[in-house]
């Protein structure tokens, strides 16, 4: 049981640029989460999913966009990066019935 | 709207001796509260939380909290600190309003640092 993980750990952009952070769960959750952590803000949530297929904004979606095609995975992506998405990119996902998130370990963005 | 604030950015104590995390809270509704702590370059884990059930909350490695409504706090303590407790200290709300999705709002975060 691996729990929440996060790939890659770490990355470099050039704006403009795009990514896709993938973020798999093996425990059954329905909910996934996509926070972004920057210093002295706490985290701050991106987008978010209730179950396969869904997904919603948080509140700070902007230059973001998710998918979850299967219930295990959650992605988010940058369509054209920018440097104001430098951040530490944290996952989480939650059962149904419980209001705890698991984290993952976290993904560094470093956009120049 | 709910919001969480912590009180201090920076907190130094000694090996040994208590620590005090503070936590206030803003919430329409009754919240439920949560304790994570961060160590470098590592994910978040659940220290505890309070669900409506018990006001003394007790977590992982020896922290407790007390939910205190008149005061709309939640402040974290250790009877005696360690230098594995060093880390960065986050209390969350969950926010009501978000239904099912149960939207987690986030302090600022506490950096705590324990001296020899």
């Known amino acids: 049981n691996a729990g929440v993980t996060q790939t890659p750990k770490f990355r470099v952009l050039k704006t403009g640029q795009s990514m896709t952070l993938l973020c798999a769960q093996d425990m059954n959750h329905e909910y996934m989460y996509w926070y972004r952590q920057d210093p002295g803000m706490g985290l701050r949530l991106i987008h978010y999913?209730?179950?396969?297929?869904?997904?919603a904004k948080g509140e700070v979606p902007d230059g973001y966009n998710v998918s979850r095609l299967k219930k295990q995975n959650f992605l988010l992506g940058l369509e054209s990066a920018a440097p104001s998405q430098t951040s530490v990119y944290f996952c989480a996902s939650r059962p149904t019935g419980s209001e705890t998130q698991y984290f993952g370990p976290g993904t560094r963005l470093l956009v120049l | 709207a709910q919001s969480v604030t912590q009180l201090d950015s920076h907190v130094s104590v000694s090996e040994g001796t208590p620590v005090l995390l503070r936590c206030n809270y803003s919430s329409s509704y009754s919240p439920s509260l949560f304790w994570y702590v961060q160590h470098p370059n590592k994910g978040l884990q659940l220290l505890l939380k309070y669900t409506s059930a018990a006001t003394l909350v007790k977590g992982i490695n020896g922290f407790e909290a007390e939910f205190k409504k008149s005061e709309t706090s939640f402040h974290l303590t250790k009877p005696s600190a360690h230098m594995s407790d060093a880390a960065e200290y986050f209390c969350v709300v969950t926010l009501i309003s978000s239904g099912s999705a149960r939207q987690l709002t986030f302090g600022s975060g506490t950096q705590l640092t324990v001296l020899p």
């Open positions: 999913s209730v179950g396969e297929g869904t997904t």
